[in-house]
């Protein structure tokens, strides 16, 4: 443990846009610098809700660039001048987003602009948080979970969720490389995680392992 070390992380969620989406900000107090992860839509909601936190974003830190949880981003990224992260294997996605939205009859989307890498085995430090970045291809290539140091928080995005997984056959998507990654990555987690899905509510590593039918080994591929 570090002696710096600030017990507590406050995540906020708020459910966004027509996919009900999870974007979360992450702090380590009310009245503190915040992390924005996923602000798939609603931008306007999101900045009413930090103002009503007290909290001053600094981040815009993304497990993926679907278009769910992209939406808000360049609103965001330009409303609190604030750099946006993302892995590189999901450029893709970013590009030409109202083609993605036209397949869900959507429209009115911007492109976000990048302005870090991330990449698996890296940490991320933002508003007193220490994000550990580890790569969970499968729902698309560059998609990353993040867990927060010292905390039994870990945003998950669309790999698990509590009773199912994030769909494959969406961009960038990968049965056998989804298999991989339950298996290598999200099965090694410890059962007292938190875990924060893109969508639906929160779950643990131990309740998912019990129940959810992609990780008990009760769903055949």
């Not at 969620?13 to 009310?30: I, Q, S």
């Amino acid at each position: 443990m570090r002696a710096d070390r600030l017990p507590g992380v406050l995540i906020e969620t708020l459910v966004t846009g027509p996919f009900d989406e999870n974007c979360y900000l992450a702090a380590r107090a009310k009245g503190r610098e915040c992390v924005i992860i996923d602000p798939g839509d609603e931008a306007d909601r999101i900045a009413l809700r930090m103002a009503e936190l007290e909290l001053e974003p600094v981040l815009i830190l993304n497990t993926h660039g679907h278009l769910d949880h992209i939406g808000a981003v360049p609103a965001l990224r330009e409303r609190f001048s604030i750099p946006f992260a993302i892995h590189p294997g999901d450029a893709f996605l970013l590009q030409n987003v109202n083609e993605h939205a036209a397949l869900f009859g959507l429209s009115g989307y911007s492109d976000p602009q990048v302005d870090r890498e991330i990449r698996g085995g890296e940490v991320v430090e933002a508003a007193g948080l220490r994000f550990a970045v580890t790569e969970a291809p499968g729902h698309s290539p560059g998609h990353v979970i993040l867990r927060v140091e010292d905390e039994p928080e870990v945003f998950v995005g669309d790999v698990v969720f509590a009773g199912s997984i994030g769909r494959m056959d969406l961009p960038g998507g990968d049965e056998a490389t989804m298999k991989q990654t339950l298996e290598q990555v999200i099965l090694t987690l410890s059962d007292e995680l938190n875990l924060y899905p893109g969508h639906g509510p929160a779950t643990t590593l131990g309740h998912e392992r019990e129940h959810n039918p992609y990780l008990n080994g009760m769903m055949r591929w």
